[in-house]
């Protein structure tokens, strides 16, 4: 079955760097778009970025633009988050997310169990 694992969450200080990876498995990678979704406290998730499987098309949210990007390894399964300049606003459960559509950014199928970011003021 279709696994995605999260890691490289931690707790960080305003204007620091994190990286998120999220290994993948038991599906064609490259065929699949994957997306970070990200859920503050007391707040729904919200959508932070995306990748295509084959163009590497990205988007991203309005409030991350500029500071993370996406990237994928289609070689390795694995999908990334780099994100720099982190505010404590960015403080939430990081989420991968894969479907098999060609590009989206609101519909997944999959989703793995999220990875904790912390960032103190």
């Known amino acids: 079955q279709v696994q995605l694992v999260e890691s490289g969450g931690g707790l960080v200080q305003a204007g620091d760097s994190l990286r998120l990876s999220c290994a993948a498995s038991g599906l064609t990678f490259s065929w699949y778009s994957m997306g970070w979704f990200r859920r503050a406290p007391g707040k729904e998730r919200e959508f932070v970025a995306a990748i295509s499987g084959r163009t590497s098309r990205t988007d991203y949210t309005d409030s991350v633009k500029g500071r993370f990007t996406i990237s994928r390894d289609n070689a390795k399964n694995t999908v990334y988050l780099q994100m720099n300049n982190l505010k404590p606003e960015d403080t939430a459960v990081y989420y991968c997310?894969?479907?098999?559509?060609?590009?989206?950014?609101?519909?997944?199928?999959?989703w793995g169990q999220g990875t904790q970011v912390t960032v103190s003021s």
């Open positions: 997310a894969a479907d098999r559509a060609t590009w989206t950014t609101t519909q997944y199928d999959y």
